[in-house]
């Protein structure tokens, strides 16, 4: 056992290959896990209230983003692939595409936001709860530009496995959103003092200091040489159409799954205003080990992408596998924290006892699926790094309606139930996709796929191999 570790460890696309790739990438995620982390911390300061506010506005903006950001960071793996092939001067088509999608997806959210009133009236929550809902969410809506453009221009470094510049930039833009939360939550100093809108603000600020950034590491002279970043900036429908078609689905699975969530949280905020902040905390919580998977997911995702785009779908299997693996020893380490030391996770927000009761009960359905949910973020990353986008996206059409919102919806407001049977189909539902992408990828019908139009012609003369030669 020892020795099939010692080599796994040293192979190309082994575990130190992928963890080389995936490092910086899940410090990226990482961060930002721990920015919503610290912001709902401080609003749990300001008031309960915010705190309850804050997840289903946060998520429901989110859950719309991220049908723009799924769809425009699929320019990943097309670089990947673009790179893995040898064909490094169609980077720069990729480049500019997912940027014309990224303000087409910034008006769209423009003109959502006037409606957030009436959205959130609708739900049902209290009237207090409501107002700060609509604030939040229609602060977060004019600032979409920020995330979304973000994710396309991370794409160009991530396919090609240079994932060192991606981190710095999510760095510095958390440590800059923590900063104004602290500001203009709580007013200090010539900041007043604007609790829910402050957080909404610092996150838009934040925001677009990201794009700055990238623009400033992306559109450099070596990169116009190799990639064609300036030059290859004319629209190209053929390729939008082709992008459009692997990257619409990953986009709505991203979409999907937020939205079922989303969905989840809000049913629940009609049992009332405790269950729904005790909700928050654990979802908060969880996403400190979920956050650091999406980052390997990217990193699982480009490996299989690059390799092919080189024609080694075999090779792909191994670094997807090797990820996976890496993936759930992490997940295991978190379980046993939340299952041992609950309190260490709550304590920071300073619930009321009831609410921290209920959180540290909420956090065993989080171990019970914490594994599951490892699988589906990691296979499901493997399988879209190939282009099998479009059944990543009916899966979680399918499990999101039938598994998770009309059943909870059934238990809310058909049968008065408490808080646990709505937790019990969230938890059936992360099982199902889970084994659902775990078996589509052991079927292996991906290694036949590609979204570029000459996968495995060209042996790729700019392959990202960042542990050296030994690899």
């Known amino acids: 056992m020892l ?13 130190r290959h992928i963890l080389m790739v995936a490092f910086p990438l899940i410090l990226s995620t990482g961060s930002w896990s721990i920015q919503q982390f610290v912001d709902r911390m401080f609003l749990s300061w300001h008031s309960e209230e915010a705190l309850a506010a804050a997840m289903p506005a946060g998520i429901l903006n989110f859950a719309f983003i991220c049908l723009f950001i799924g769809t425009v960071s699929y320019s990943g793996t097309f670089v990947s692939q673009y790179v893995g092939a040898g064909s490094d001067h169609k980077v720069g088509t990729v480049l500019w595409h997912s940027l014309y999608l990224s303000v087409i997806g910034a008006i769209l959210l423009l003109m959502i936001a006037p409606f957030s009133s009436t959205i959130f009236k609708l739900i049902g929550h209290t009237e207090q709860i409501q107002l700060m809902e609509s604030t939040y969410f229609k602060i977060l809506c004019f600032g979409g530009l920020g995330p979304i453009l973000s994710a396309a221009f991370a794409g160009f470094f991530t396919g090609q496995g240079r994932n060192w510049p991606v981190m710095w930039v999510n760095v510095f833009t958390t440590t800059l959103n923590l900063v104004l939360d602290y500001l203009l939550i709580f007013g200090i100093g010539i900041f007043p003092e604007m609790g829910i809108a402050g957080a909404a603000i610092a996150t838009i600020i934040a925001g677009f200091s990201s794009i700055i950034l990238y623009l400033i590491l992306i559109f450099q002279p070596q990169n116009e040489t190799r990639f064609r970043v300036f030059s290859a900036r004319s629209w190209d429908i053929k390729f939008m159409k082709r992008f459009l078609t692997f990257g619409l689905p990953s986009g709505g699975h991203f979409f999907l799954e937020i939205m079922g969530f989303t969905g989840f949280i809000l049913i629940l905020g009609r049992i009332g205003q405790m269950e729904l902040a005790a909700t928050n905390i654990a979802i908060n919580i969880n996403s400190l080990a979920f956050m650091p998977m999406l980052g390997l997911g990217i990193a699982i995702s480009m490996s299989v992408g690059q390799n092919i785009g080189a024609g080694k779908p075999d090779l792909a299997q191994y670094a997807a596998n090797s990820g996976v693996q890496l993936g759930m020893l992490y997940m295991l380490f978190c379980t046993a924290l939340y299952v041992i030391i609950p309190q260490a996770f709550i304590a920071p927000f300073n619930a009321a006892p009831e609410t921290a009761a209920v959180s540290t009960i909420l956090l065993r359905f989080v171990a019970v699926y914490a594994l599951f949910d490892a699988l589906s ?88 191999n960042p542990v050296g030669p030994e690899a």
């Open 377 to 464: 973020i990691l296979y499901s990353s493997a399988v879209k790094g190939a282009g099998d986008t479009h059944f990543v996206m009916r899966v979680t059409t399918v499990l999101s309606i039938f598994v998770l919102i009309i059943p909870t919806f059934i238990a809310v407001d058909l049968f008065n139930s408490n808080l646990y049977w709505p937790w019990g189909f969230c938890a059936l539902f992360i099982i199902a996709m889970g084994l659902t992408f775990w078996t589509r990828f052991n079927r292996g019908k991906w290694k036949s796929m590609s979204v570029i139009e000459s996968a495995g012609i060209l042996p790729s003369q700019h392959f990202a």
């Open 3 to 15: 020795s099939l570790l010692q080599t796994r460890w040293h192979a190309e696309f082994g575990y």
